[in-house]
T-cell receptor, first 115, second 111 residues
Framework: AAGVIQSPRHLIKEKRETATLKCYPIPRHDTVYWYQQGPGQDPQFLISFYEKMQSDKGSIPDRFSAQQFSDYHSELNMSSLELGDSALYFC??????????????FGPGTRLTVL | DAKTTQPNSMESNEEEPVHLPCNHSTISGTDYIHWYRQLPSQGPEYVIHGLTSNVNNRMASLAIAEDRKSSTLILHRATLRDAAVYYCILRLQTGANNLFFGTGTRLTVIP
């Protein structure tokens, strides 16, 4: 079965640079979530989209932005990178019609290292 | 976000049952109880969910207390592949659909 695809899998950037992470949801899934997991920490919700509209917002820095495109893939844009942005970034997708019953399927993550 | 409390870590011998507890004393009547797990170097994955009744699926069983203030995830025969961090998450009937990952339980399976 098709899974969530994230690219790139690894990314190394310098401070103050920009980065773009991409997420391709499972086919026919219309909802995408982004989570950040720092070293030794639990995943933290950043932002989500349903049918190409932002649906919820978590602890996403103002330096980050995201969008969902017409083909439902999503991109997380990160600017003015800081050392503290080094983390695993997970994308998850779901069929956003079941509210608290929807199952989120996670991708393998993108490991971002900021030097 | 509705709060859950889990032990930081647990150990189990391989091929023995494992009971992972979760307290959620502030749960409301319409909150669903979900369990996800995160295997090493992987994204989280769904395990099971329930509302009031006990639930079984191919991965695990979920036992929910009658007052719903606690629940237990049961792995019937732990394998080395079950070593992971297990998260008990309350999903609210209304509001945001994102998952709130508290501090889960790190399960170590001893061969």
């Amino acid at each position: 079965a098709a899974g969530v695809i994230q690219s790139p899998r690894h990314l190394i950037k310098e401070k103050r640079e920009t980065a773009t992470l991409k997420c391709y949801p499972i086919p026919r899934h219309d909802t995408v979530y982004w989570y950040q997991q720092g070293p030794g920490q639990d995943p933290q919700f950043l932002i989500s989209f349903y049918e190409k509209m932002q649906s919820d917002k978590g602890s996403i820095p103002d330096r980050f932005s995201a969008q969902q495109f017409s083909d439902y893939h999503s991109e997380l844009n990160m600017s003015s990178l800081e050392l503290g942005d080094s983390a695993l970034y997970f994308c998850a997708s779901s069929l956003g019609t079941s509210g608290p019953l929807d199952t989120q399927y996670f991708g393998p993550g993108t490991r971002l290292t900021v030097l | 976000d509705a709060k859950t409390t889990q032990p930081n870590s647990m150990e189990s011998n391989e091929e023995e049952p494992v009971h992972l507890p979760c307290n959620h004393s502030t749960i409301s009547g319409t909150d669903y109880i979900h369990w996800y797990r995160q295997l090493p170097s992987q994204g989280p994955e769904y395990v099971i969910h329930g509302l009031t009744s006990n639930v079984n699926n191919r991965m695990a069983s979920l036992a929910i207390a009658e007052d719903r203030k606690s629940s237990t995830l049961i792995l019937h025969r732990a394998t080395l592949r079950d070593a992971a961090v297990y998260y008990c998450i309350l999903r609210l009937q209304t509001g945001a659909n994102n998952l709130f990952f508290g501090t889960g339980t790190r399960l170590t399976v001893i061969p």
